[in-house]
Nanobody, 122 residues
Framework: QVQLVESGGGLVQAGGSLRLSCAAS????????LGWFRQAPGKEREFVAA????????YYADSVKGRFTISRVYAEMSMYLQMNNLKPEDTAVYYC???????????????WGQGTQVTVSS
């Protein structure tokens, strides 16, 4: 059972940056594809970014492409989401996830964090 803990959320002005972190509890973490999802109030959870188990392949939602960067550090058993040029529409609870299949669908992930709030003011 992999436990995931997100951190790094907060309040930032439009145009600013935040770096989210996701720490895993088990070394088996390294075998999983990883992803970030987000859920805004009144909306369904949506895919943000994903990274393969090897770290060699990444994939982004069109809405964040060019602004967000996903990465993982095996030695730290951690994953990161660097978010630049933030917009008010990026406001949401951000969740990290791990799974064998991964990629851009909820069904590809077996483990989820508790979420961290990101609020972007205009």
């Amino acid at each position: 059972q992999v436990q995931l803990v997100e951190s790094g959320g907060g309040l930032v002005q439009a145009g600013g940056s935040l770096r989210l972190s996701c720490a895993a509890s088990e070394r088996t973490f390294i075998k999983y594809a990883l992803g970030w999802f987000r859920q805004a109030p009144g909306k369904e959870r949506e895919f943000v970014a994903a990274i393969s188990w090897s770290g060699g392949t990444t994939y982004y939602a069109d809405s964040v492409k060019g602004r967000f960067t996903i990465s993982r550090v095996y030695a730290e058993m951690s994953m990161y989401l660097q978010m630049n040029n933030l917009k008010p529409e990026d406001t949401a609870v951000y969740y990290c996830a791990a799974g064998i299949a991964g990629w851009n669908r909820d069904e590809g992930y077996d483990y989820w964090g508790q979420g961290t709030q990101v609020t972007v003011s205009s």
